[in-house]
């Protein structure tokens, strides 16, 4: 079975910080549930060899198994956890990085009745399907290379084009099409996206960001909620609480300071939506924090 031997991979290669020797190509392996933790999404394809995996974005719950996987379009504020792993049976996922460039390459090489066509709405940026046998093909040949240092740099980028196709083709081809076209709505979304994260802590006006994506407002917030599952200021408020949680585990005792540095004018506002997202005060998690073993990627 396909899934027995792509398990066999996954759990030979697997290593504690989850990289391969093939670029771009990721292997997790935990053993035991944890808590939901936040991150950030990345452009990925995520397939399930065993266990199953609970990401939550916005308001939507993405929950997948053995056999199925996840792509994400866009670099999104995720909570997500495994729940079934335990270290006789553990939880074991491959990765693979999506880059726009590659997609958008193996596009202008097909036909126009080989992919999926445009859509003039955006497709949301995370989404879950069951993998189709070619598509785990294509996974274990690029894995099996793992074990063949020789023809790793010849036939690995084969493999990773193939599985793209798959994808292209699959049915989440819409979705990631958008990724690969530079005009598409999930692209122009995507733009506001990155600039509110590289400009969490300023204000911003929706209308800015409608000009930016190059939509009218009505359009840009309803294409805006489809890809994120949140409204631009949910959005910006996730990467606001992210980013002080990771400043303040190398300042702890700098909770009003870090507050101010990722946008809030409010200490008690600070503190209450840090409450609201972590379950706890900044204090509290941060000591919590630094008393726990670190957490694998």
């Known amino acids: ?11 030979r290669h697997a290593r504690h910080d989850w990289t391969t020797a093939v670029d771009g190509v990721l292997i997790s392996k935990v053993e035991r549930p944890a808590a939901p933790a936040p991150s950030m999404s990345g452009l990925i394809l995520a397939v399930i060899a065993q266990g199953a995996k609970r990401l939550a974005v916005g308001e939507r ?25 335990t270290p006789e ?10 880059e726009p460039a590659a997609v958008a390459e193996l596009l202008l090489q097909a036909g126009p009745d080989d992919a999926p066509g445009a859509e003039s709405e955006a ?28 023809d790793r740099a010849v036939l690995a980028p084969l493999a990773k084009r193939e599985i793209l196709w ?10 990631v099409r958008q990724l690969g076209l530079a005009d598409s709505s999930l692209r122009h979304v995507a733009r506001s996206v ?17 000009r930016l994506a190059d939509m009218s407002e009505s359009a840009f917030y309803r294409n805006f909620q489809a890809v994120t599952a949140m409204s631009p200021i949910q959005f910006q408020k996730q990467i606001r609480l992210q980013q002080a ?23 008690s506002q600070f503190s209450r939506e840090y409450r609201r997202q972590f379950g706890t005060s900044p204090s509290r998690d941060i000591a919590r924090l630094h008393t726990s073993a670190p957490a694998l990627p």
């Open 89 to 98: 049976q553990p939880a074991l996922g491959f990765g693979l990085v999506l």
């Open 61 to 85: 719950v993405h929950e997948y198994r053995a056999g199925q996987y996840l792509v994400a379009s866009v670099d999104l504020p995720v909570t997500g956890h495994f729940f079934e792993a």
């Open 1 to 11: 079975m396909p899934l027995d031997e792509l398990r066999t991979l996954l759990h």
């Open 166 to 175: 798959r994808l292209l083709t699959g049915e989440q081809g819409r979705m």
């Open 194 to 210: 990155q600039w509110i994260r590289e400009h969490y802590a300023q204000p911003f006006r929706v209308e800015d960001l409608a």
């Open 123 to 150: 497709p949301a940026g995370i989404a879950v399907s069951d993998a189709s046998p070619e598509l785990l093909d294509a996974v274990i040949r690029l894995l099996r290379l793992l074990d063949h240092p020789r």
């Open 245 to 267: 949680r990771l400043l303040l585990a190398a300042h702890p005792h700098d909770i009003t300071r870090v507050g101010h540095q990722v946008g809030y004018d409010s200490a």
